[in-house]
């Protein structure tokens, strides 16, 4: 089935700092959704993104989704300790398939 | 909200033996749920999406006669892992949901121990 790759496998940032991960697919992907899981926790559901070209703001957090519908990114601005976690893009119609994530550790 | 509770929240067992663990859609029918695994600092796999009243549909190489899924209600879904081994031991968690506006909701995850 489609995959979505996910870079950087992991990111560590200074508290305060920016923090950047993408999604790219080689097929174009109906839509796609974001999550977060916190060490020792399970995936939260952030964001779906439908329509090309498609950003979505959740405080901190910016969510695009490109104009070809085969990447997308999750942007959290000034990170927060509380960021700290591994965020997942994951894309599927009918059931979902998680990219490899991408985990975020923050020196405070 | 919706919510999917998961039971147990760790196990420990003795290879050859077999352990089930629970999904329950709490406040919402579920026809559809789906187990993942995850082994520790990976992402999360999908095993097999488990239908309501019918069989499961299993991911590619998934083997089906070892984690075997049922759901006999609108509500509950099981997975059992049939005699375990040591390399079965991981982080299975289960979802449901639309995966619409809303996405899916995760239950909190079984920690299987294997020794």
């Known amino acids: 089935g489609q995959q979505v790759m996910q870079i950087p496998q992991y990111q560590h940032v200074q508290e305060g700092e920016d923090f950047t991960t993408y999604c790219n697919s080689s097929t174009t992907l109906s839509n796609i959704q974001w999550y977060k899981q916190r060490p020792g926790g399970h995936p939260v559901f952030l964001i779906q993104?439908?329509?090309?070209?498609e950003v979505k703001k959740q405080k901190r957090l910016t969510f695009q989704f490109g104009e070809a519908k085969k990447n997308s990114s999750l942007h959290i601005t000034a990170t927060q300790t509380t960021d700290v976690g591994t965020y997942f893009c994951?894309?599927?119609?009918?059931?979902?398939?998680f990219g490899q994530g991408t985990r975020l550790t923050i020196n405070p | 909200g919706a919510v999917v509770s998961q039971h147990p929240s760790w196990v420990i067992c003795k290879s050859g033996t077999s352990v089930k663990i629970e999904c329950r859609s709490l406040?919402?029918?579920?026809?559809?749920m789906f187990w993942y695994r995850q082994f520790p600092k990976q992402s999360l796999m999908l095993m097999a999406t488990s239908n309501e009243g019918s069989k499961a549909t299993y991911e590619q190489g998934v083997e089906k006669d070892k984690f075997l899924i049922n759901h006999a209600s609108l509500t509950l879904s099981t997975l059992t892992v049939t005699s375990a081994h040591p390399e079965d031991s991981s982080f299975y968690i289960c979802?449901?949901?639309?995966?619409?506006?809303?996405?899916?909701?995760f239950g909190s995850g079984t920690r299987l121990t294997v020794v």
């Open positions: 406040d919402f029918q579920a026809t559809t």
């Open positions: 994951g894309q599927g119609a009918q059931k979902l398939v």
């Open positions: 979802s449901a949901g639309t995966g619409g506006t809303y996405g899916y909701t």
């Open positions: 993104l439908v329509k090309s070209g």
